[in-house]
């Protein structure tokens, strides 16, 4: 009698053991590592003048964007921050949270794609819920901005 159960259990650990795992088709059609390396694209931009330099980190997931923004403006403070926000209509909306002076802010920054790089657009902006934002994202000005053009990610 007691061979019975052992060997039942026998019967069912080789059934059990029959071979590779064989992905069912939705887990051969999903990878999550496969699909993180596609979508997610990081990109470096990198604006150099004579003495100011603008350097932008883009992790680009699908339209949600990632990264790193950073300003050395001659004669001004150094902003260095992380932003988040999304692609539309060829315009790059995040908003930025940088430290300057010591203390942490937050801001609306806009980028547009200019074909060579990205440039800032500028305008009015007012405060909403702590963050400055712009005004009119339509209407902001890219012509005095300079261009982020794209350089190899360190």
């Not at 790193?68 to 209509?89: A, M, S, V």
Request: a negative charge.
């Amino acid at each position: 009698m007691k061979t019975l159960p052992t060997l039942f259990f026998a019967a069912l650990v080789l059934a059990a053991c029959d071979g590779q795992k064989k992905d069912s088709p939705i887990d051969a059609a999903f990878s999550p590592e496969d699909e993180l390396i596609q979508t997610i694209n990081t990109e470096c931009f990198q604006y150099l003048g004579e003495k100011d330099t603008v350097s932008l980190t883009t992790h680009m997931n699908g339209t949600s964007v990632t990264g790193t923004l950073d300003y050395q403006i001659f004669e001004k403070d150094k902003n260095t921050g992380k932003i988040e926000g999304e692609i539309r209509d060829g315009l790059m909306i995040l908003e930025y949270t940088f430290m300057s002076e010591g203390s942490s802010s937050k801001r609306q920054v806009v980028f547009k794609n200019s074909g060579e790089g990205w440039k800032e657009g500028y305008g009015d902006m007012k405060e909403v819920d702590g963050i400055l934002v712009h005004v009119a994202i339509d209407s902001l000005d890219y012509e005095n901005s300079h261009s982020l053009v794209p350089v190899p990610c360190e």
